[in-house]
C-alpha cells in the first residue's frame, strides 16, 4: 500500500484551525512540526513562539485518491478565504517508508510540570523530578504535540489523584493512561474500537516497563455501560461531535459522583455547544485550557446528595 502526504507550511495562529481541519481527512491524526526551532530547544519554554509551522498529513493513496485530495483542497481553498493559506503539496511515500515519514519531526517534548513524552528511538536526559512517557506511536493518534494532547496532559497532571481509578476513552497511541499511570492512577483502562490503536497502546505500554496497572481494551463506551463500570477521572481526546454523541449516550454515567472528566479536541468554537452536552450529561464544567484554538473542558459530576 501507498500512502499519500499532504504537507503545507502555515503562520503560527492558523496552524490550529488547519490542523482540525486536515484532521478530519487525514489517517490519525496530523503531525505538527514547529519550524527554526533546534532540537536542544525543545524543552518547554526554552523556544520562543515559531513564526511558521508545517502540517502533514496521510491519506491512504488507491482509487478515492483523488476525490479525496480534491475534498481536502476544496476545503482547504475555503479557509483561505477567511486565513491566507498557500497550496498544499502533495507526494506520494510506499507504505514501508509510512511509518518513519514522521519521526524526524517527532524530538522529545516536555509538557505541563513534569512530564517528558520521548520518541522510542531518541534519548534525552530525564531529570529527578520528571516523569518519563517512551512512545512509538505508529499508525495511532497521539504523540503530545498536538494541541488537544497536551492539554489533556497538562489536566491529568492537575487533577488526577493518587489511587484514582482512571478511564482513556479512545486511547490511540496510550500516551494518556501511560501519563494517568506515571502520575500515581491506581489503575487505568485504556480503550479504543481501532485494533490498530489498542496494538500500538499496547506496544508502548512495553516501552515503559515500570508503568503498572494499565490494561488496554479493544472497545468503546457501550461496553462499559453494559458492564456498569464507573471510573474516578475520565479523559477523552477525540472531536467534539464525538464527545457529544457519547454524551447523548450515557457517557456522564461511568463517571463516580465526584469524579473528573476532561475532554479534548475541541476548536473554540465547539466549546460552548459541548459544555452544553457535558452539562445536559450530568457532569458540571468547572475549568478551561486553551492553546491556540484549542480548548480542554475539565468537569466534576457532583458528589451525591
Known sequence: MHWLELSLCVAGEAAEAVAGLLGRYGHQGV?????????????????????????????????????????????????????????????????????????????????GRRLLV?????????????????LDPGMAFGTGTHPSTRLCLQALEDHLQVGSEVLDLGCGS??????????GAGSVLALDNDGVAVSAARQ?????????????????????????????????????????TFCEEGLGEVLRPGGYGIFSGIIQDQADDVSAALRRAGMTPVATLRQGDWVALVTCRPPAA
Open 31 to 111: 503531525v505538527i512540526e514547529q519550524n527554526g526551532i533546534p532540537p536542544d530547544a525543545w524543552d518547554e519554554g526554552a523556544a520562543e513562539a515559531p513564526e511558521s509551522l508545517t502540517l502533514r498529513a496521510w491519506f491512504p493513496h488507491n482509487d478515492d485518491s483523488p476525490t479525496r485530495r480534491r475534498d481536502v483542497e476544496a476545503a482547504l481553498g475555503h479557509m483561505s478565504m477567511i486565513l491566507p493559506l498557500p497550496r498544499p503539496t502533495w507526494r506520494l511515500v510506499k507504505d514501508e517508508d509510512w511509518a518513519h515519514a514522521w519521526k524526524a519531526h517527532y524530538r522529545p517534548l516536555r509538557v
Open 118 to 134: 520521548r520518541p522510542a528511538w531518541s534519548q534525552s536526559e530525564v531529570r529527578d523530578d520528571e516523569l518519563e512517557i517512551v
Open 174 to 183: 496510550g500516551i494518556l493512561a501511560i501519563a494517568a499511570a506515571r502520575l
Open 204 to 244: 508502548n505500554l512495553e516501552f515503559n516497563p515500570g508503568v503498572s496497572g494499565v490494561s488496554v481494551e479493544e472497545g468503546s463506551l457501550e461496553a462499559l455501560l453494559s458492564r456498569d463500570q464507573r471510573f474516578d477521572l475520565i479523559v477523552v481526546n477525540i472531536l467534539a461531535r464525538v464527545i457529544t
